[in-house]
């Protein structure tokens, strides 16, 4: 099994940025691949960003493709995601999740965070 914790979310001003961060626990992190997702009030949760267990594949969904920057750092058994030029629509709760497939749904991931909450002011 594989537990998550994610940090670093906060409030940030439009065209700012923040890095969330998602320790996780267990000795088969490096198996894993992983995902970030994110839901907002009365939404449903979406993809943002998947990573390889290597690290040599990444994913993101076009509204943040170019803004957002997923990594991971095995040694460290955390993944991490960049995010640049945050804009008022970035506001959601945001998950990490690791799966033994990678996909692009919540349905291929198996483990998941509790979540930390970005919120982005115009």
């Known amino acids: 099994q594989v537990q998550l914790v994610e940090s670093g979310g906060g409030l940030v001003q439009a065209g700012g940025s923040l890095r969330l961060s998602c320790a996780a626990s267990?000795?088969?992190?490096?198996?894993?691949?992983m995902g970030w997702f994110r839901q907002a009030p009365g939404k449903e949760r979406e993809f943002v960003a998947a990573?390889?267990?290597?690290?040599?594949?990444?994913y993101y969904a076009d509204s943040v493709k170019g803004r957002f920057t997923i990594s991971r750092d095995n040694a460290k058994n955390t993944v991490y995601l960049q995010m640049n030029s945050l804009k008022p629509e970035d506001t959601a709760a945001y998950y990490c999740?690791?799966?033994?497939?990678?996909?692009?749904?919540?349905?291929?991931?198996?483990?998941w965070g509790q979540g930390t909450q970005v919120t982005v002011s115009s």
């Open positions: 999740a690791a799966s033994s497939r990678l996909g692009f749904t919540q349905y291929h991931y198996d483990y």
């Open positions: 267990g000795r088969t992190f490096s198996s894993y691949d």
């Open positions: 990573i390889s267990w290597s690290g040599d594949k990444t």
